[in-house]
T-cell receptor, first 110, second 115 residues
Framework: GQSLEQPSEVTAVEGAIVQINCTYQ??????LSWYQQHDGGAPTFLSY????GLEETGRFSSFLSRSDSYGYLLLQELQMKDSASYFC???????????FGTGTRLQVTL | GAVVSQHPSWVICKSGTSVKIECRSL??????MFWYRQFPKQSLMLMAT?????????EQGVEKDKFLINHASLTLSTLTVTSAHPEDSSFYIC???????????FGPGTRLTVL
């Protein structure tokens, strides 16, 4: 089976940097994705790491270490609009269905 | 970019009735779509994989006779919650991928409330 663990909540101030961790146990591994979901909304794709290392996309970066079964999402220059839930996810099987992590609720404060 | 729509965005129904939710890929064709369910403050749980022209594949623990899935065309999948009960109240979200399975695009979701 698949399991992905994340911290349940993180709080940070506007302008700060926050890291959201994801540790996973999977029977097969193709890569790690990150999604953002605002309350009442649909998840939106943020990033995907198939290989070890850091991928940077604007204020957001994602890191993967396959040997450690670990990844993180790094959010810089936090803004109030970044307050949302963040999920790591892995595609599984030939259909590439997604298994989502437990989710981290990020609260950005003034 | 790829757009996925869902209809309705919310529905309230009486216990025992059936509810149909539509998921459409608006600007691409999708041979495979996915249906998820999300309870408040919880993660998304995959319910089933919808395959165009063939039977859906259900995840363990999901009743296929209760959650009927039809994928009649390359742009439309429907989820019917049959004989709905209050415990079926949830946020139902579909997704599809236009090309790479690494990136999925999600519909806006349907909030179902069963009274």
């Amino acid at each position: 089976g698949q399991s992905l663990e994340q911290p349940s909540e993180v709080t940070a101030v506007e302008g700060a940097i926050v890291q959201i961790n994801c540790t996973y146990q999977t029977s097969g591994f193709y890569g790690l994705s990150w999604y953002q979901q605002h309350d009442g909304g649909a998840p939106t794709f943020l990033s995907y790491n198939a290989l070890d290392g850091l991928e940077e996309t604007g204020r957001f970066s994602s890191f993967l270490s396959r040997s450690d079964s670990y990844g993180y999402l790094l959010l810089q220059e936090l803004q109030m609009k970044d307050s949302a839930s963040y999920f790591c996810a892995v595609p599984t099987g030939t259909a590439s269905k997604l298994t989502f992590g437990t989710g981290t609720r990020l609260q950005v404060t003034l | 970019g790829a757009v996925v729509s869902q209809h309705p965005s919310w529905v309230i129904c009486k216990s025992g009735t059936s509810v149909k939710i539509e998921c459409r890929s608006l600007d691409f064709q999708a041979t495979t779509m996915f249906w998820y369910r999300q309870f408040p403050k919880q993660s998304l749980m995959l319910m089933a994989t919808s395959n165009e022209g063939s039977k859906a594949t259900y995840e363990q623990g999901v009743e296929k006779d209760k959650f009927l899935i039809n994928h009649a065309s390359l742009t439309l999948s429907t989820l019917t919650v049959t004989s709905a009960h209050p415990e079926d109240s949830s946020f139902y979200i579909c997704s599809a991928s236009p090309q790479s399975p690494d990136t999925q695009y999600f519909g806006p979701g349907t909030r179902l409330t069963v009274l």
